[in-house]
């Protein structure tokens, strides 16, 4: 049985950090393309970065990539998601989500496993 588990989110101010953690069971993510997705209120679950099988990283725009860092450790079967300079239009469910393709896809469509989120608040 596949499980994402996401960990990590809290509540942080303005300007601070926050590292997510993903945790993997019953499958490898070293070969899944794996992304970083978050819903706030309202709004439609948004893609945020992805990182393929092959190690490539994909980000949705410069905003992202100049905060948020993707990385992976294959040895404990985990991805993370380091945010700095966080800001309160950040505050959302985040989810990690895994493709059997290996890709690291836009659309979410593209994504067979989800975790069941972790929440970030970021107050100002």
């Known amino acids: 049985q596949v499980q994402l588990v996401e960990s990590g989110g809290g509540l942080v101010q303005a300007g601070g950090s926050l590292r997510l953690s993903c945790s993997a069971s019953g499958l490898t993510l070293s070969r899944y393309g794996m992304g970083w997705f978050r819903q706030a209120p309202g709004k439609e679950r948004e893609f945020l970065v992805g990182?393929?099988?092959?190690?490539?990283?994909?980000y949705q725009d410069d905003s992202v990539k100049d905060r948020f860092t993707i990385s992976r450790d294959n040895a404990k079967n985990t991805v993370y998601l380091q945010m700095n300079n966080l800001k309160p239009e950040d505050t959302a469910v985040y989810y990690c989500?895994?493709?059997?393709?290996?890709?690291?896809?836009?659309?979410?469509?593209?994504?067979?496993?989800w975790g069941q989120g972790t929440q970030v608040t970021v107050s100002s």
């Open positions: 989500a895994a493709d059997r393709s290996g890709g690291s896809s836009y659309s979410e469509y593209n994504y067979e496993y």
């Open positions: 990182v393929r099988w092959s190690g490539t990283i994909t």
